[in-house]
């Protein structure tokens, strides 16, 4: 792995089994760490991490400005991993809906402002969380990158596609199923990577 971004990250001062000092053995074998909080926490002084002070419960602001700046910012595929779209992803764009879908909406277009008049631009973020999004290069497809989030960063109002949105940076940058690259909570005894535990086959119920 060549870089962590975090969100609400902080083993130092709850752990739920992820050792702060596997995050150490990261940092002493090269890792950089970004970390999203509020506060400056123990563990990114530990960590020598990249410390941007965001504003609670804004967190998906953020990831949706990185996504706007990488998918307008990629040249030649320079930032966005395509063939893993291309193969694995389904509602990224117009060209990549489920065949039984009925709305036409997709992200890529989300963020563009189609159905809302809205660019989810940096700017646009800037005023929700206070910072901007400056690191979206780093997500791109050529570094092995680490997108972790902790359960706080969701435990407000209107976060309910924090999760879905984590997975879609990670996506587009190709940093899912290869090493050195994951997408997850950081909760529990999954070491930082929760991220098997986050797509499972669904059931034969009314939702399955």
Known sequence: CDYVVAFGYNPAWAALGN????AVE?????VKF???????????????AKWIPIRPGTDMAAMMAMAYVM???????????????????????????????????????YLRGEYD???K?????????GVPAGVARILGKDNNV?????????????TDQLPQTAICLGAMGGHIGKS??????????????FGPRLVKVGSAGPNG
């Open 34 to 48: 970004i970390i999203f909080d509020p506060i400056y926490t123990d563990s990114a002084s530990i960590l020598d």
């Open 19 to 22: 050792a702060t000092n596997y």
């Open 117 to 119: 008049g809205v660019l």
């Open 71 to 109: 998918l307008e910012e990629d040249k030649d595929g320079s930032l966005i991993d395509w063939d893993f779209l291309d193969r694995c992803c389904l509602g990224q764009d117009k060209d990549h809906m489920p065949a039984d879908v009925k709305e036409d909406e997709n992200f890529f277009d």
């Open 180 to 193: 050195g690259n994951c997408v997850g909570p950081t909760a529990w005894n999954h070491t930082n990577n």
């Open 26 to 30: 990261w940092k002493n074998a090269g």
């Open 121 to 129: 631009t940096p700017e646009w973020a800037e005023e929700i969380t």
């Open 146 to 158: 680490a997108i972790l989030s902790s359960w706080a960063s969701a435990r407000t109002y209107d």
